[in-house]
């Protein structure tokens, strides 16, 4: 009921700046990231929403993580802000300890949306979103770019028909 919002649980991290999380498909595992170097993806289990038990810290290919989204149909966890590039974990075949599928390193990925085998991709250093084909998520490739209006393109999300996509900026505009 979104107008009768109830917190059922708190529970720490660990982390000193929880900065993104998101759940699998089936509501029963937690993903986070807080950028700490060692920490970059952190998983929990939720099947006590009132005691989760961390099961994971993923750090095996990258030492930090931005931010992540998980494609909840494909089971595919995609770690953004890498130093390394935009990871893409199976976090279907086995949530407690997933496996690494792919690596794009085309250009630096800040956050991304997805929906099918398309991944929307916000270059925040370069301004501009990246449409990438992600069918094969062993070998992603780019289908297009486009420049955004600040240049600086913090994250994208698609409406629910699939018709516009709207993004962020981290670029202030003054007059």
């Not at 990258?62 to 995609?78: M, N, P, Q, T």
């Not at 300890?97 to 792919?102: A, K």
Request: aromatic letters at 12%; charged letters at 25%; proline letters at 5%.
């Amino acid at each position: 009921d979104p107008a009768n919002i109830t917190e059922v649980t708190r529970f720490s991290t660990g982390g000193e700046f929880t900065h993104n999380c998101w759940l699998t498909g089936d509501g029963r595992y937690l993903f986070t990231t807080d950028e700490r170097i060692s920490r970059p993806v952190e998983g929990w289990d939720l099947l006590d929403p009132l005691a989760p038990r961390k099961v994971r810290t993923w750090n095996r290919t990258f030492d930090s993580a931005h931010s992540l989204w998980i494609d909840e149909a494909r089971g595919l966890l995609y770690a953004h802000g890498t130093q390394t590039g935009m990871h893409v974990l199976d976090v279907a075949g086995n949530p407690e300890d997933p496996s690494e599928v792919g690596v794009f390193a085309d250009f630096y990925v800040h956050d991304s949306y997805g929906r099918g085998t398309t991944l929307y991709a916000a270059a925040i250093r370069d301004g501009f979103i990246g449409i990438l084909d992600v069918s094969d998520p062993a070998n992603i490739t780019e289908v297009t770019r486009f420049s955004t209006g600040g240049e600086f393109t913090h994250n994208c999300w698609l409406t629910g028909d699939g018709r516009y996509l709207f993004t962020t900026d981290e670029r202030i505009s003054r007059p």
